[in-house]
Nanobody
Framework: QVQLVESGGGHVQPGGSLRLSCVVS????????IGWFRQVPGKEREGVLCISSSGGVTYLGVPVAGRFTISRDIPRNTVYLQMNDLKSEDTAIYYCATPLGIDCRYEYDYWGQGTQVTVSA
């Protein structure tokens, strides 16, 4: 059974950092891509970053270069989203997802439950 479980969200002041984790089960990270997305209630979901089955990184739309990075720990079945220099506009629910395919450009069919990130003074 495919499962993705996010954790690590919380409240942080502007300029602060958070590291989100996505623990997967039912498949291995060497076989499938994992993407991070975010959504503010009432707004469209945005793509953040993705790591492919081979470890390649793809930016999915939100301009986070230089602030956010994605990485993975294959033995721990975990993908991380390191977020630095957080801004108020980064406030959202963050989700990880997989297309059950090797490429970040595939359609994402499996999603976690999300973790809330709030950036405010």
């Amino acid at each position: 059974q495919v499962q993705l479980v996010e954790s690590g969200g919380g409240h942080v002041q502007p300029g602060g950092s958070l590291r989100l984790s996505c623990v997967v089960s039912g498949f291995t990270l060497e076989n499938y891509a994992i993407g991070w997305f975010r959504q503010v209630p009432g707004k469209e979901r945005e793509g953040v970053l993705c790591i492919s089955s081979s470890g390649g990184v793809t930016y999915l739309g939100v301009p986070v270069a230089g602030r956010f990075t994605i990485s993975r720990d294959i033995p721990r079945n975990t993908v991380y989203l390191q977020m630095n220099d957080l801004k108020s506009e980064d406030t959202a629910i963050y989700y990880c997802a997989t297309p059950l395919g090797i490429d970040c450009r595939y359609e994402y069919d499996y999603w976690g439950q999300g973790t809330q990130v709030t950036v405010s003074a």
